[in-house]
């Protein structure tokens, strides 16, 4: 397991890399972008701004705990939610992107995020995880 770095400033912000080498998140993200999609766009941006300022985090129309959730965070652009976490010192690790969905999908994408987050607090310690571009 790797983690690809999406922003960096005051905080690092990583997307996880599975072991066959995709990464839903940049990739979801990324076809939204050439697609022409504004909340790609938008969620891209704020994840940046995320980097530079993480107080806006506490902005709880662009960003909340996740309910269902003791671990995971999300981020919000439109109709784009980014399933998100702590990870060492001010790193935040980006889980997977969905769009927003009902109550029992919803279920079923917060526990794939979890176990994401197991499987990397499993593989390592931030120094022990690459992280690539």
């Not at 790797?2 to 990583?14: D, G, H, M, T, Y």
């Not at 506490?58 to 995971?72: A, I, M, T, V, W």
């Not at 969905?101 to 990397?120: D, F, H, V, Y």
């Amino acid at each position: 397991m790797k983690l690809r770095r999406i922003a960096e400033s005051a905080w690092r912000v990583v997307a996880i890399e599975e072991d066959d080498g995709t990464c839903q998140v940049l990739e979801v993200l990324g076809e939204g972008v050439e697609r022409g999609d504004a909340d790609a766009r938008a969620m891209l941006a704020r994840i940046s701004r995320v980097a530079e300022q993480p107080v806006l985090t506490r902005n709880k129309q662009q960003c909340r705990p996740l309910k269902g959730s003791k671990n995971l965070y999300e981020l919000k652009a439109g109709a784009l939610r980014v399933f998100w976490f702590y990870y060492g010192r001010m790193m935040i690790v980006c889980a997977e992107v969905h769009e927003k969905t009902k109550a029992s999908e919803l279920r079923r994408q917060i526990q794939r995020s979890e176990e994401l987050r197991e499987r990397l607090l499993a593989a390592g310690s931030p120094d022990e995880i690459e992280i690539v571009d």
